[in-house]
Every structure is written in structure tokens, then in C-alpha cells.
């Protein structure tokens, strides 16, 4: 069977279930697979832990499994422009694993290597720290993280072929690519489908060997996070 799916409902069909980890790809609101959590959304899957860079906002992205109760733990760095989602933290309804950026992004791409962790010095003496291996290398104490590997990974691309290879747009492609590697399986959504070879091998950001199934989506809100403009 091809990688090839119809809609992000087609390609999400007999991955989702209650409890899973899903990585999610996308820097703040750009590039993010909307249509796939539009779908998990509409699937009704519940008791979720979502890793994500972000936390999405209130009504789009992420925020719209918050809104449902979907998500029962977020593994995430920044999630500051979400209300609802401080709302169910503090209401002890939502646990949250705060993780340095940098961190967040090198343990989704050691999962995808398959480096069951690494150590580093960001975090040390922080609660970061807290209940983590340490050790000493060269007179400096590290921190030890573990890889992180999800049951299915949701990403988006600018362009993709039928073997699953991606071309990420720009801020897009900051975490989509280590996202796309973390999954056990990857579904990838995309502005265009583009054949065999015209990527050119240079040019590709994530190799279709880890991308199981992609679909062409039909319309991207693209919504900006946070408007900022200047007076004429």
C-alpha cells in the first residue's frame, strides 16, 4: 500500500487510541498540522500526553483537544499564549512537563536516532533537574535526558512526494523535522504534492523513510500568533 491518503481522517485511520503520545510538530502557530488535529479532534480520542513546543492557543491548534479534554499531559516548552490551557494546569486537570527548548528539541531528535539519552548542562541546579541522574564530565555537572519516541508523530511541510520525503517553509521547519523523526509512525500533511525526484535529494529536510502516510491538504488557516504592527 502506498503512502498516499485522501484526507488527515484517511490517514489517521487506525492509529489513533486512548493513552497514546503524540508528537506534534509546529513553532508557535506556523506549521502546524492542523488538519490532523482537526481529525483527532473529530475521533474523540481522549487521555492524550501531546509533545509539542507549544501549547497551541485558545480554539486552534492544540487548544482545540484542550477545549474537549482530550489532552491529559503536555510535554512542551512554551505555552504562554494559552489561557485555557493555564486554567486546567493550575486546576490540577492538565499535568505539564516544562522541558528547555533546546532540551525538548534534541530528545525528539535522539528518539529518532535512537539514543536512549543524552547529557546536558541546561537546567542544572533548576527544578528542571529535579529527580535526574547527574554526572560530572571535565569538572561540570550534567543532567541526563532520555530520548523521546511517541506512538504517532503529526507534522506539516510545504511539499511532499508519494515517498513520504519533505520540504519544510521557512520557521516551519524548526521543529517538524525532529518531530517527524520521534514517531513510531509520522503522518505528515502538505501544501503540495510534488513527484518522485523533484525535490532534489539536497534539498529534502525530512527522508521519507520516516514518514509512514501523507495526505495534500485542502485549506491552511495559517493563523499569526501574535500580531505586531507599527503606526504609520
Known amino acids: 500500500m502506498g503512502k498516499l491518503y485522501d484526507n488527515a481522517a484517511a490517514a489517521l485511520t487506525g492509529l489513533l487510541r ?11 502557530l506556523c506549521g502546524i498540522p492542523e488538519h490532523c488535529i482537526e481529525a483527532i479532534k473529530q475521533s474523540g480520542v481522549a487521555s492524550l500526553t501531546i509533545v509539542s513546543n507549544n501549547a497551541g492557543v ?4 492544540l487548544g482545540k ?22 486554567e486546567l494546569y493550575l486546576s490540577g486537570k492538565l499535568e ?18 535512537g539514543i536512549a539519552g543524552f547529557y546536558t548542562k541546561t537546567g542544572v ?24 519516541v511517541c506512538d504517532l508523530a503529526i507534522v506539516k511541510a510545504q511539499k511532499g512526494d ?13 521543529f517538524n ?12 500533511e502538505v501544501e503540495e504534492i510534488v513527484p518522485i525526484g523533484a525535490l532534489g535529494t539536497d534539498s529534502i529536510h525530512t527522508q ?25
Open 162 to 174: 508519494a515517498e513520504g520525503n519533505l520540504v519544510y517553509r521557512k520557521t516551519a521547519r524548526n
Open 65 to 86: 483537544l484542550m477545549e474537549k479534554g482530550q489532552i491529559k499531559k503536555m510535554i512542551s516548552s512554551y505555552v504562554g499564549e494559552n489561557k485555557l490551557f493555564a
Open 177 to 188: 523535522p525532529l518531530c517527524a523523526m520521534s514517531g513510531k509512525i509520522t503522518v505528515a
Open 96 to 113: 505539564v512537563e516544562f522541558n528547555p527548548q533546546g532540551t525538548l528539541a534534541e530528545r525528539m531528535r535522539a528518539g529518532g536516532a
Open 125 to 148: 541546579g533548576t527544578v528542571v533537574a529535579e529527580g535526574k541522574e547527574t554526572r560530572e564530565f571535565d569538572g561540570q555537572t550534567y543532567i541526563l535526558e532520555r530520548g523521546i
Open 18 to 28: 486512548d493513552n497514546m503520545t503524540i508528537a506534534a510538530g509546529g513553532f508557535g
Open 58 to 61: 485558545d480554539g486552534f491548534g
Open 208 to 232: 521519507g523513510i520516516f514518514v509512514q502516510r501523507l495526505f495534500k491538504g485542502t485549506h491552511f488557516e495559517k493563523r499569526i500568533e501574535q500580531r505586531t504592527t507599527r503606526k504609520s
